[in-house]
């Protein structure tokens, strides 16, 4: 551990004590900088990851304002930054995962919340810091001693941002009684800041639960689709639905979450009520033709094939780049052994999508059923080409 006795040496007797570390810390912030990166990726956690040693010059400096503040009698500044590496993540949820793991990978001496009760000099730094060991095969190799320690710094996009501004307006200036004003302005700009993370986070979390949402209606749908395929059935009339007693007024994505919500906990009446508000109103013929996606699922699941029919073709027509209402009107045309409707169906998906793993499955079973094996082969084989883990083509394959 680098120690610095009180009162505070001249600066070349800093420099030729500091001055041979820093290559050696260096080295070490470099192995740790790459662990850091091995843990995070296999936690599939995104983060930008920077790393530095402290300079002879920075280090000096800080050693200058840190004497005004000692206690009388102090004799030694032992500085616990030399080396310090920053975690930046894009969201606040990013930031306690991150903090998980390092809490899990490193030994831990400290681990402080800065930002709850700083004075003016630090005004509106957020930031996560934690003093870790040196693991000690790093410090072995780079010749460290055994109390070496790490600052690492957790935070996200925005508060690096603010802390970068922050130290070059705020830290390194010199503010008087008349900079209330200015004070107020910064102090604005923080909370706008520290609210902008909260709203990301929120925007976050409700895609997630939207995504979520989605890839349980469409694992649903392919599994009603397998129960279909083995008995067709014979397409039904739907009652006309009625929506005025749930015409709520929300934003429509409050609203397609909550159908979603339905649609997955298999309230299939509900779901094609809220589907339908949507459509009621003024949306842009792209999402227009999603929401027909979903309502036409919905049918599917309900037996309902000539209404999800419907709903397919007008997702078409709605969106004529829409890849997904031609493979699922094809679907719906396979099932009810309109062959030729079906095949037409899923050429026209794949001029869109040529690389849909979905629709070339479906074709190939399509012409498994009809006995031609040179094409189900064929498009077994481009599958295999685009995903060569793909299970169902496999499979498909040995039937062959």
């Keep these: 551990m680098f120690i610095v006795p009180v009162p505070l040496p001249p600066f070349s007797h800093i420099e030729k004590q500091y001055g041979p570390r820093i290559e050696r810390y260096e080295g ?3 192995q740790v900088h790459k662990e850091l990166e091995v843990i995070f990726a296999g936690e599939n956690l995104k983060v930008t990851l920077k790393h530095r040693v402290k300079s002879l010059t ?5 050693l200058c304002r840190r004497l005004t503040g000692l206690p009388k009698g102090t004799r030694q500044i032992i500085p616990t930054d030399l080396m310090g590496i920053r975690i930046i993540c894009p969201f606040l949820s990013d930031v306690d995962r991150a903090a998980t793991l390092i809490e899990a990978h490193f030994e831990v001496t400290e681990k402080e919340q800065k930002g709850a009760d700083l004075g003016f000099k630090e005004f509106g730094y957020e930031s996560l810091h934690f003093l870790v060991c040196c693991p000690d095969r790093v410090r072995e190799e780079q010749g460290l001693s055994a109390d070496t320690v790490i600052e690492i710094q ?3 996009l925005l508060q690096d941002a603010w802390a970068e ?7 390194k200036s010199e503010f008087s009684p008349l900079d209330e004003p200015l004070k107020r302005r910064l102090a604005a700009l923080n909370a706008n800041l ?3 993370d909260i709203m990301f986070q929120e925007i976050r979390d409700y895609q997630k639960n939207l995504h979520d949402q989605l890839r349980q209606r469409r694992h649903a749908f392919w599994n009603k689709l397998n129960s279909l395929e083995a008995s067709p059935l014979v397409p039904s009339e739907e009652k006309k639905i009625g929506v005025a007693e749930i015409s709520i007024p929300r934003s429509n994505d409050q609203r397609l979450l909550e ?3 339905a649609h997955n906990e298999g309230d299939l009446e509900r779901a094609v009520e809220i589907y339908t508000i949507i459509l009621n109103n003024e949306v842009r013929h792209d999402l227009r033709s999603i929401v027909h ?3 036409g699922m919905a049918y599917f699941s309900k037996d309902n094939l000539a209404a999800a029919d419907i709903d397919f073709s007008s997702a078409i027509e709605e969106d004529p780049h829409n890849s997904k209402g031609y493979l699922y009107r094809g ?5 009810t052994e309109d062959i030729t409707g079906a095949f037409e169906n899923f050429a026209h998906a794949l001029t869109l999508d040529p690389y849909s793993q979905d629709t070339l499955l479906e074709r190939a079973k399509l012409y498994y059923k009809i006995g031609d094996r040179i094409n189900c082969q064929a498009d077994c084989l481009r599958i295999m080409d685009i995903n060569p883990e793909n299970t169902k083509a496999q499979e498909l394959l040995k039937q062959l």
């Design 28 to 30: 070490a912030l470099v």
């Design 58 to 62: 920075n280090l000096y400096e800080k």
């Design 154 to 156: 957790v935070r996200t």
């Design 165 to 171: 501004v922050e130290h070059q307006l705020i830290y």
């Design 194 to 196: 520290t609210l902008s």
């Design 259 to 261: 159908a979603l919500l």
């Design 293 to 295: 996606i979903h309502r």
């Design 331 to 335: 679907l719906i045309r396979a099932v």
